[in-house]
């Protein structure tokens, strides 16, 4: 028996959550855009984030993670350059023995997967979460690291220049 991989847009009909109409018309904004389909829908306001992201999760039996209350590894965080994972909209969370969770917006692009786990050289395990907490969360962690490295700078500064005054 083949099992045939629907498209987001014929997921969405067939479950009654767009009409054909919806589905036309962002369809037709996605060839002007070249955004992916999802991200044209909740741009149009034909779905939120929310209602996509949870109706991805049933249909595709991929958990989501909710990344607001995440206790993120800062390893596992460290296996992804931040560029990277902020134009991917991806999120590594956890590394445990040789898999890698990860929190992503389009659970569907197994290129992106396959290339993260050739990079990092660990199994991916994916958890859906919405491109905004992605986004809000690389924000936050990659902010934590840069306040922390500025300290770390000015700490030294603070030192060298005591330690200057001290010879004078």
Do not use: W
Request: hydrophobic fraction near 35%; proline fraction near 4%.
């Amino acid at each position: 028996m083949i099992i045939k991989r629907m498209k987001l847009g014929e997921l969405l009909l067939e479950s009654k959550k767009i009409s054909p109409e919806q589905l036309q018309r962002a369809l037709d904004e996605q060839l002007k855009t070249h955004k992916r389909l999802g991200e044209v829908l909740c741009d149009l306001g034909i779905v939120d984030q929310e209602t996509l992201v949870n109706f991805l999760s049933d249909q595709l039996k991929i958990p989501r993670m909710d990344l607001r209350g995440a206790d993120i590894d800062k390893t596992a965080l460290e296996s992804l350059p931040a560029e990277y994972c902020k134009k991917n909209l991806v999120c590594p969370v956890k590394l445990e023995g040789n898999k890698l969770h990860l929190c992503i917006s389009d659970p569907m692009n197994i290129f992106l997967i396959d290339e993260i786990e050739h990079r990092t050289g660990k199994k991916v395990q994916t958890f859906l979460e919405s491109p905004s907490v992605i986004k809000l969360t690389l924000e936050k962690l990659l902010s934590k690291d840069d306040d922390r490295l500025s300290m770390t700078a000015d700490a030294m500064g603070q030192k060298e220049s005591t330690g200057h005054d001290d010879t004078a």
